[in-house]
């Protein structure tokens, strides 16, 4: 049973540019969560995103948007990059009405 | 405002000894709690959760103990192996309505061999 993927792992971007980060949840999980982990920080919770629409946003500019598609996986979009953008974005995924978060490994975006 | 922190930033044990990492939440109306460990170069992986009515609940080598009246939990991992290398993290969830988990900085534990 795969668990949570992302792709890319590792990415390179120069200011200004844009994103797109993509998630595929665990197997049976049908909601997705976006985190951004700056290093030596703990994750910070960006949106959520349940039957193809955000259902819940954290404090991030609406340079951050995102997109679930009937499978269930998820994009993250930034737009208009900045060097405090980099970072460690994650996506976990649950149960509709479950607790436990299962993460992905990440994908590492540095903004140059 | 919203926070989740750690006492110690990095804990340092024997191999063999026990660990224990602790957690201040400041949601009291908090009603679920993950400890997470992450490894280098990887997401962070579920340990142990608790709900807001239990005070402790065990699993595979670790414990949680939740402390509502200081809003305080804590992760004890009995017989420390060198695999439990990692950073942990406490996360908290609050009340019914909203989705996201709160987590802290994090500590980093060490195993000392």
């Known amino acids: 049973d795969a668990g949570v993927t992302q792709s890319p792992t590792h990415l390179i971007k120069t200011r200004g540019q844009q994103v797109t980060l993509r998630c595929s949840p665990k197997s049976g999980h049908d909601t997705v969560s976006w985190y951004q982990q700056a290093l030596g920080q703990g994750p910070q919770f960006i949106f959520q995103y349940y039957e193809e629409e955000e259902r819940q946003r954290g404090n991030f500019p609406d340079r951050f948007s995102g997109h679930q598609f009937p499978n269930y996986s998820s994009e993250l979009n930034v737009n208009a990059l900045l060097l405090g953008d980099s970072a460690l974005y994650l996506c976990?995924?649950?149960?509709?009405?479950?607790?436990?978060?299962?993460f992905g490994q990440g994908t590492r975006l540095t903004v140059v | 405002g919203e926070s989740v922190g750690l006492h110690l930033p990095t804990l340092s044990v024997q191999e063999g000894d026990n660990s224990i990492i602790n957690c201040a939440y400041s949601n009291s109306a908090s009603d679920y709690f993950i400890w997470y460990k992450q490894e280098s170069g990887k997401g962070p992986q579920f340990i142990i959760d608790i709900r807001s009515n239990m005070d402790k609940r065990q699993g595979q080598r670790v414990t949680v103990l939740l402390n509502k009246t200081v809003k305080h939990l804590s992760l004890q991992i009995a017989a420390t192996q060198p695999g439990d290398s990692a950073v942990y993290f406490c996360?908290?969830?609050?009340?019914?309505?909203?989705?996201?988990?709160?987590f802290g900085t994090g500590t980093r534990l060490k195993v000392l061999a």
């Open positions: 976990a995924s649950t149960r509709q009405g479950g607790t436990e978060a299962f």
């Open positions: 996360a908290e969830k609050p009340p019914s309505g909203t989705y996201k988990y709160i």
